[in-house]
């Protein structure tokens, strides 16, 4: 959740509520609808009848869920991103190489948004999909992100209570975060250690812009295979190789 709106519309809140909660539950009737969001069935019809006037829910079989409406605006908007179409390739490019999963995101809200993802030859089927949003601290690219923020940003981001634990391995104390970040900027890149989910880990470095985090890449792979030298060398040389071409390009576009 964003921060809170100091004059919010509560009909556009409502409706809001609804769209999150079709998600939420895959699809859902009215009266499902209607309990979820304790509203009365009436006042959540006219919601639905509202939205697949504008084609952002579909209704089969008396269920609704969200329509392509919304694929149409999340492709637009990530099309609109720079950063979207400068890391593409190098995104391709190091899928190709490692034969695993690669992924590029950015932060908002204080949450790690997936922008775009690659697949390699041996990559894991993983539910990541672009547009995900997961809680910074326990991804890597999360935590490349994060050690490269003002303080202040780090601060606010923590008291927005969005350091959440995924598994037995997230991260969450601010000391202990804050240890984890001088490490990462040490090294130059992050480790996710099956913080967001058991059995992967994950490799990240920032992508910067005259200073600025703008970004950040990863690859992920089965604990099996990402470890020793891998993980330690041939995977953060990659992953940090692939950053600075994406920042060089962004300095030159």
Do not use: W
């Not at 919601?47 to 492709?75: P, Q």
């Not at 790690?112 to 993983?126: D, E, F, I, Q």
């Not at 995900?132 to 927005?160: C, F, Q, W, Y």
């Not at 959440?164 to 969450?172: D, G, K, L, M, R």
């Amino acid at each position: 959740m964003g921060k809170e709106a100091k004059h919010p519309v509560q009909t556009t809140a409502k409706t809001l509520e609804i769209i999150e909660a079709i998600k939420s539950l895959g699809g859902a009737g009215v009266t499902e609808l209607a309990d979820e969001v304790a509203m009365g069935k009436s006042a959540v019809h006219n919601h639905l009848s509202t939205l697949e006037e504008y084609e952002y829910v579909s209704k089969a079989d008396g269920e609704y869920s969200l329509g392509l409406r919304f694929l149409e605006i999340g492709g637009y908007t990530r099309k609109e991103m720079d950063l979207f179409g400068i890391a593409k390739p190098q995104v391709d490019e190091l899928a190709e190489e490692t034969g695993e999963l690669v992924n590029v995101a950015v932060e908002e809200h204080g949450r790690c948004v997936y922008l775009y993802r690659s697949r390699g030859t041996k990559a894991v089927n993983l539910d990541i999909y672009a547009g995900l949003r997961a809680a910074m601290n326990t991804t890597a690219l999360g935590k490349s992100m994060l050690a490269h923020m003002p303080d202040a940003r780090v601060d606010e981001i923590l008291a927005e209570g969005s350091f959440e634990p995924a598994t037995a391995n997230s991260i969450t104390g601010p000391a202990e975060l804050r240890e984890e970040f001088s490490k990462i900027r040490a090294q130059g890149y992050a480790v996710d250690d099956e913080e967001l989910m058991k059995g992967l880990r994950c490799v990240s470095a920032p992508i910067l812009s005259d200073g600025e985090v703008v970004g950040a890449i990863s690859i992920s792979a089965p604990t099996s295979r990402l470890k020793g030298k891998r993980l330690e060398e041939e995977f953060p040389d990659q992953v940090i190789s692939a950053a600075n071409v994406i920042e060089l390009n962004i300095a030159h576009s």
